[in-house]
């Protein structure tokens, strides 16, 4: 499985991104695929959202509900990450992250199996 991210770049604050995430390798009906984020000096990386192998929205932060959105084209092995309302403290980088042999979601970074490069998200205030 190869994960590459796109669509990162700088946004003013109420702005808008879509990312992008290619899954060669991917079969959709079978696993789960999340977006996680990394900000500026955290450790940890924060599950965002994530759609089960059916399709579902399963998880959503609660630091991101109503403004982010994951969906995906199964035609075109893509999932993307429609970013609303940007605020600074979204800056970080983004990461698209799959699991192997596992229908269900986690927020857990741990959990995933394959993890793209990132693209970075800069939200100016």
């Known amino acids: 499985v190869q994960l590459v991210e796109s669509g990162g770049g700088l946004v003013q604050a109420g702005g808008s991104l879509r990312l992008s995430c290619a899954a060669s390798?991917?079969?959709?009906?079978?696993?789960?695929i999340a977006w996680f984020r990394q900000a500026p000096g955290k450790e940890r990386r924060e599950g965002i959202s994530?759609?089960?192998?059916?399709?579902?929205?399963?998880y959503v932060a609660n630091s991101v509900k109503g403004r982010f959105t994951i969906s995906s084209d199964n035609a075109r092995n893509t999932v993307f990450l429609q970013m609303n309302s940007l605020k600074p403290e979204d800056t970080a980088v983004y990461y698209c992250?799959?699991?192997?042999?596992?229908?269900?979601?986690?927020?857990?970074?741990?959990?995933?199996?394959?993890w793209g490069q990132g693209t970075q998200v800069t939200v100016s205030s």
């Open positions: 390798g991917f079969i959709f009906n079978d696993d789960a």
């Open positions: 994530c759609l089960n192998s059916k399709g579902q929205i399963t």
């Open positions: 992250a799959a699991v192997d042999g596992s229908s269900y979601c986690s927020g857990e970074p741990s959990y995933y199996d394959h």
